[in-house]
Nanobody, 124 residues
Framework: QVQLVESGGGLVQAGGSLRLSCAAS????????MGWFRQAPGKEREFVAG????????YYADSVKGRFTISRDNAKNMVYLAMNSLKPEDTAVYYC?????????????????WGQGTQVTVSS
């Protein structure tokens, strides 16, 4: 059984930075793409960033491109999301998820395991 555990969320002022971590256990971590999603109150869960299985390709939502960086360490079964120049609109619960394939698509339907989420709050 795959388990994903996020950490690193918190309260930060606008313009600040946070680094989220996702620890994976069980399953075949290295053979799957990984993604970060977020969900704000009253809104649908949305794609933030994804990384292909071999760490060869990364993908970003337009709203975070140039500010967020996704990376993975297959030897440690870890995925990271470095978030810079944070804005109040980045406030949400952030989820780590494992893709059903080698890639990392933008739809939540393409992911089969999810973490419990970590809260990120950006104050203005």
């Amino acid at each position: 059984q795959v388990q994903l555990v996020e950490s690193g969320g918190g309260l930060v002022q606008a313009g600040g930075s946070l680094r989220l971590s996702c620890a994976a256990s069980g399953g075949t971590f290295g053979a799957s793409g990984m993604g970060w999603f977020r969900q704000a109150p009253g809104k649908e869960r949305e794609f933030v960033a994804g990384v292909r299985w071999g760490n060869t390709s990364t993908y970003y939502a337009d709203s975070v491109k140039g500010r967020f960086t996704i990376s993975r360490d297959n030897a440690k079964n870890m995925v990271y999301l470095a978030m810079n120049s944070l804005k109040p609109e980045d406030t949400a619960v952030y989820y780590c998820a494992r893709s059903r394939t080698l890639g990392a698509g933008t739809s939540p339907v393409g992911y089969d395991y999810w973490g419990q989420g970590t809260q990120v709050t950006v104050s203005s």
